[in-house]
């Protein structure tokens, strides 16, 4: 259902784009949408592409999920917005409450609702050092937490994030993080999780020393990195250790939250209960929305009047997540992102076992990535997956490239899609590999 993409339509507004819209903001297809629903994108041209990026993890429940929608025009049908702080509403306690039953753990809970990831990161981090009174933040490499101007202190890659933005935010300190791809020694024997963690552990005492250390975070599956699951082991230790020092253990899963890994929340994998969990993206299934969530002593170390802002929580967004949420909970779709991935993962081992390019599949539930190596070694291959990914936009699917040496495809399609688009995609992925890497 392709005929051209970018399509005329799509052309001449990528010329007007040009002239009104700021050079940062970056796109690689232009194939501009007109309406979507599900795992379809519709593009003005008459194109219908197949998302397997869900907006980058948005539309987890699928694009204009019917809850969500139902939701949203219901609010805005009663009042558009009020300001939490001023004059308070029912769903933003409602979305709370949710928060505070689904995230790991039965302990007393509190949340605070703000607007983007990267606020949800800003503030979690506000509240740790209020909580503990100490300055310093552990992060890892390949991490990404966002584009202000401490999240960006705390991203790991400079270009495109930021490059020439600085100087950043002060007191920021990065970690080895746990790569099993990457992380064998000269002998080929793998990093333990536990000894990736004892890597951390020194160098924070060595560099830094626990006494002054207000938070760790982390996403317990790293997303922009290439969805790198750290080595079994390596979370539980950590969050031992920022017990016993006293120290906020703060996940990020803005990416990985909500039914996307096959679980609710991806620390669920490992067993572990954070201190603090920022959560974003598959929220409200588009309308932005955000979230701290974490234990009530740590949270209410934070004095009232002190967290928030205009549009924090605001009540169409609200709405649109109690939609979100329902439909995680009540549509079986955590089971569904296991199926996905089991499909996602059989599919990408068969182009393994035909091109050795395919070095790594990893991930959890619908959330795999395919990491692209040279031939012959484990050298990232950036090239091969800018081209595939390239070739798949021009025939109809979106798959999203990322990874700190840019040579991992992502798939996170949303939890509704069928099985047969999804197939139908790989389709498309494998013919372009046929293409690409002529036997
Ligand atoms: N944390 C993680 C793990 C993310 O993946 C992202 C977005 N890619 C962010 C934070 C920032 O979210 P936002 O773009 O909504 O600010």
Redesign the pocket.
Known sequence: IVTEIPGPKSRELEARRKSAVATGVGSSLPAYVVAAGGAILKDVDGNQLIDLGSG?AVTTAGNSNARVVENAKAQIEAFTHTCFMVNPYESYVEVAEALNRLTPGDHEKRTVLLN????A?ENAVKIARAHTGRDAVVVFDHA????TNL?MAMTAKAAPYKAGFGPFAGEVYRAPMSYPFRDNDAAGTKLSGEDAAKRVITMIEKQIGSEYVAAIVI?PIQ??GGFIVPAEGFLPTLVEYAREKGIVFVA?E??AGFARTGKMFASEWEGIVPDLI?T??GIAGGLPL?AVTGRAEIMDSVGPGRLGGTYGGNPTACAAALGAIAAYEEDGLADRAGHIGEIIVDRLTKLQSKYPEVGDIRGRGAMIAAEFVEHDSIEPNADLVKKIADYCAKNGVLVLTTGTFSNILRFLPPLTISDELLHDAFDVIEAGLAELLPA
């Open positions: 980058i983007s990831g990267a606020e990161v990404y937490h966002g584009r999240t996403e997303g922009e990020d803005v990416q920022t974003a993206k955000s």
